[in-house]
T-cell receptor, first 114, second 113 residues
Framework: DAGVTQSPTHLIKTRGQQVTLRCSPK?????VSWYQQALGQGPQFIFQ???????QRGNFPDRFSGHQFPNYSSELNVNALLLGDSALYLC?????????????FGSGTRLTVV | QQQVKQSPQSLIVQKGGISIINCAYE??????FPWYQQFPGKGPALLIA?????SEKKEGRFTISFNKSAKQFSLHIMDSQPGDSATYFC????????????FGTGTRLKVLA
């Protein structure tokens, strides 16, 4: 049973560029959340997608956007990259109706902005 | 009100010892408190979680103690092993409603062989 799959695992981008990160949820899960984890810090909630809609958003600027596809996979897009966007981006999937129980995290995408 | 404060930042324990990590929260609406374990290069993995209607939950060598009146909860790792060396995060959320987890800043645990 595959867990949460994220791609790519590592990425280097230049300031001002745009990046797209991808996530495939755990089999049977229908909800995807994205978190940003800066070095030495705890993960920070970016947003959550359910039924292809953004259900809730954290304190992140509009440069961060997302999408969920009919197969429940998701993308995180970041425009106009800043040096401060360098972080580990984590995708977590869960099953709606299970409340906040059963979050499964992927191994993340390490984004470096130079 | 949305913060979860975690301490200590780092912890060194001898093999066989007890590791204790503490967290405090402010928002009394939180009703779900998980602990996550994260190894380098990996995503966080759920270790154990508690709801505030119980004061303690034990799973193997891992125990959560919960003090609702003090708005504090802690993770105890009994008989700590070198394989437990990882970063541990506490988190808090509302099981219904806002959906998001508020994470602590993490504790880097090193268990000496």
């Amino acid at each position: 049973d595959a867990g949460v799959t994220q791609s790519p695992t590592h990425l280097i981008k230049t300031r001002g560029q745009q990046v797209t990160l991808r996530c495939s949820p755990k089999s049977g899960h229908d909800t995807v959340s994205w978190y940003q984890q800066a070095l030495g810090q705890g993960p920070q909630f970016i947003f959550q997608y359910y039924e292809e809609e953004e259900r809730q958003r954290g304190n992140f600027p509009d440069r961060f956007s997302g999408h969920q596809f009919p197969n429940y996979s998701s993308e995180l897009n970041v425009n106009a990259l800043l040096l401060g966007d360098s972080a580990l981006y984590l995708c977590a999937s869960s099953l709606s109706g299970a409340g906040n129980y059963g979050y499964t995290f992927g191994s993340g995408t390490r984004l470096t902005v130079v | 009100q949305q913060q979860v404060k975690q301490s200590p930042q780092s912890l060194i324990v001898q093999k066989g010892g007890i590791s204790i990590i503490n967290c405090a929260y402010e928002n009394t609406a939180f009703d779900y408190f998980p602990w996550y374990q994260q190894f380098p290069g990996k995503g966080p993995a759920l270790l154990i979680a508690i709801r505030p209607d119980v004061s303690e939950k034990k799973e193997g060598r891992f125990t959560i103690s919960f003090n609702k009146s003090a708005k504090q909860f802690s993770l105890h790792i009994m008989d700590s092993q070198p394989g437990d060396s990882a970063t541990y995060f506490c988190a808090a959320s509302m099981a219904s409603g806002t959906y998001k987890y508020i994470f602590g800043t993490g504790t880097r645990l090193k268990v000496l062989a």
